[in-house]
């Protein structure tokens, strides 16, 4: 039986995201939650809520066995990007994309 979370709008580049998401795709829910724990990356705090999330949604179902829970599947997609202008030289401006990212994960049991 498979949990759901989704994260929305997280405001975090999707390349950024990705490389955490790589890393914690197919580990067990408690060894995937201690190395986030201690990963320097912005994403990482994102991506353990979103799992501790997940694990919150399987303990409201009560028919999965929360110590078996392992992460099936983590994708991340490109949200919308917020635009801001930077003022240059000679009266010019620069865009600035601030990137945001959909992330979602799905756990099952071993």
Do not use: C
């Amino acid at each position: 039986m498979e949990v759901k979370a989704t994260l929305k709008f997280g405001r975090v580049g999707t390349q950024k995201a990705r490389v955490v998401a790589d890393y914690v795709r197919g580990k067990d829910v408690n060894t995937a939650l201690k190395d986030l724990a201690f990963m320097d990356k912005k994403p990482a705090v994102m991506i353990k809520k979103l799992i501790e999330s997940a694990v919150a949604n399987a303990e409201q179902k009560q028919a999965i066995d929360i110590d078996n829970l392992f992460v099936k599947t983590i994708t991340v997609d490109g949200g919308p990007s917020y635009k801001r202008w930077l003022p240059r030289a000679q009266g010019r401006a620069t865009l600035i994309r601030k990137k945001s990212s959909h992330i979602n994960v799905i756990l099952d049991e071993r």
